[in-house]
């Protein structure tokens, strides 16, 4: 079955770093959509970074030039690296991924991971 583990989560002041790490199993790794989702206390669960397997990628306006996606396809794994860090940034991040072009609605993402928790202190 498929399998997404998160890592890399902590908590760090405003203006740090963090990178996260996703390790995806149980399925073909390069041929699926991989995604980044966050969820905040009392908030939607919102898309921040989608990387389709044909190498497109797009951010959420709130961290476009800060966040940075990746994915190393040989190592099944899954990066979201974090910089200039904010206290709205604060949340459970999420891996996701699919099987088809990367959905715009986090309902139509197929797998999910437990998630990793992000908390920045200003």
């Known amino acids: 079955q498929v399998q997404l583990v998160e890592s890399g989560g902590g908590s760090v002041q405003a203006g740090g770093s963090l990178r996260l790490s996703c390790v995806g199993s149980g399925y073909t790794f390069s041929r699926y959509c991989m995604a980044w989702f966050r969820q905040a206390p009392g908030k939607e669960r919102e898309e921040v970074a989608a990387?389709?397997?044909?190498?497109?990628?797009r951010y959420a306006d709130s961290v476009k030039g800060r966040f940075s996606g990746s994915r190393d396809n040989a190592k099944n794994t899954l990066y979201l690296q974090m910089d200039s860090l904010k206290p709205e940034d604060t949340a459970m991040y999420y891996c996701?991924?699919?099987?088809?072009?990367?959905?715009?609605?986090?309902?139509?993402?197929?797998?999910w991971g437990k998630g990793t928790l992000v908390t920045i202190s200003s």
């Open positions: 996701a991924a699919d099987p088809g072009r990367c959905p715009r609605l986090g309902y139509l993402m197929n797998y």
């Open positions: 990387l389709g397997s044909d190498g497109a990628t």
